[in-house]
């Protein structure tokens, strides 16, 4: 079993609240990942981390913000909440930092976060 | 066109049957392969990841074809509780950095 966590669980929000959303785990993983699903479609990256203090966007253009201040910690941010950020949204890790070259190198993901934004 | 490919049925197949799922990947630098399932309205559990050699996992045997560019993954003897969406995983050096690409996913619905 993975040792990812992510809180809440589910949210049901106004429009223009900011959010955060949670994410620890405790497997000493360098890398973690947040990914936003759609019903029925495909997992989209919007942000990763090699590393404390280390931030990228990923393939999806978001309006959400990250940080890693420490290693177990990565939440991400709504500044803003609108309708069309009404989603899930995944946190994974994986134990490679900035080599990155590790084999097979899994990613282990969080329960997620089911995001309704009215 | 995709850079991981998968048929998306959904397969459904009787219980104790054998069903074979593949998937086609078009980055030639792709380093390492897996196998997640996904419940409904769940997160992805890695299944197990795919060496060049095959792997088996009990009832779940994947194969790797780097020279095809193709992964499968092998059920045998199908249990109702296997009924998910079976997500091929690939990991590949792309721009600069170490990323992880999604196919949309293979639908099971094993019937009793």
């Known amino acids: 079993e993975a040792d990812i966590y992510q809180t809440p669980r589910y949210l049901v929000i106004g429009t223009g609240k900011k959010i955060t959303l949670e994410c620890s785990q405790t497997?000493?993983?360098?890398?973690m990942y947040w990914y936003q699903q759609d019903p029925g479609m495909e997992l989209h990256l919007i942000h990763y981390?090699?590393?404390?203090?280390?931030?990228e966007k990923g393939d999806l253009s978001s309006e959400s913000t990250v940080s890693r201040i420490r290693t177990e910690h990565f939440p991400l941010t709504l500044e803003s909440a609108r309708p069309s950020h009404t989603s899930q949204y995944l946190c994974?890790?994986?134990?490679?930092?900035?080599?990155?070259?590790?084999?097979?190198?899994?990613?282990?993901f969080g329960p997620g976060t089911r995001l309704t934004v009215t | 066109r995709k850079e991981v490919e998968q048929d998306p049925g959904p397969f459904n197949v009787p219980e104790g049957a054998t069903v074979a799922f593949n998937c086609t990947y078009s980055?030639?630098?792709?380093?390492?392969f897996f196998w997640y399932r996904q419940d409904c309205r769940k997160e992805p559990k890695l299944l197990m990841s795919?060496?060049?050699s095959g792997n088996e996992d009990g009832r779940f045997t994947a194969q790797l074809n780097r020279a095809s560019q193709y992964i499968s993954l092998l059920i045998r003897d199908s249990k109702l509780s296997d009924s998910a969406t079976y997500l091929c995983?690939?990991?590949?050096?792309?721009?600069?950095?170490?990323?992880?690409?999604f196919g949309t996913g293979t639908r099971l619905k094993v019937l009793a």
């Open positions: 994974a890790s994986s134990e490679a930092g900035w080599a990155g070259s590790r084999d097979p190198d899994e990613q282990y």
């Open positions: 497997m000493g993983h360098d890398k």
């Open positions: 981390s090699y590393g404390v203090n280390s931030t």
């Open positions: 980055n030639s630098a792709s380093q390492s």
């Open positions: 795919v060496y060049s």
């Open positions: 995983v690939v990991k590949a050096f792309v721009a600069g950095t170490y990323k992880y690409i």
